[in-house]
């Protein structure tokens, strides 16, 4: 049974940089594609970003240009890393294993707590 543990959120000013970790165990990690969601108070989920096995990586426009993930197939660790922090980037942030990278759709129900990000302006 896949369990992720999310952590790295916290306060962050606007112009500021995060890195959010999401450790994976249970798992064979480097068997899945992996992504970031995002949930923000009254909205519904969104995906952030998404890796393939190859290390290809996918952004949603919204942070297309400052986010970056990575995943680190050795420590069964996946990152996001967000610059230029946009007070609409606060929301409650989960990772989770995906069927493809190609259509962000979550695979089983595989999520972990999750990890809060707040900007302030």
């Known amino acids: 049974q896949m369990q992720l543990m999310e952590s790295g959120g916290g306060l962050g000013q606007a112009g500021g940089s995060l890195t959010l970790s999401c450790k994976v165990s249970?798992?064979?990690?480097?068997?899945?594609?992996m992504a970031w969601f995002r949930q923000a108070p009254g909205k519904e989920r969104e995906g952030v970003s998404c890796?393939?096995?190859?290390?290809?990586?996918y952004y949603a426009d919204s942070v297309e240009g400052r986010a970056t993930i990575s995943r680190d197939n050795q420590k069964n660790i996946l990152y996001l890393q967000i610059d230029s922090l946009k007070p609409e980037d606060t929301a409650m942030y989960y990772c989770?294993?995906?069927?493809?990278?190609?259509?962000?759709?979550?695979?089983?129900?595989?999520w972990g707590q999750g990890t809060q990000v707040t900007v302030s302006s």
């Open positions: 989770a294993p995906v069927e493809s990278c190609g259509n962000w759709k979550p695979l089983g129900n595989y």
């Open positions: 249970g798992a064979r990690f480097d068997d899945y594609e």
């Open positions: 890796i393939t096995w190859e290390h290809e990586p």
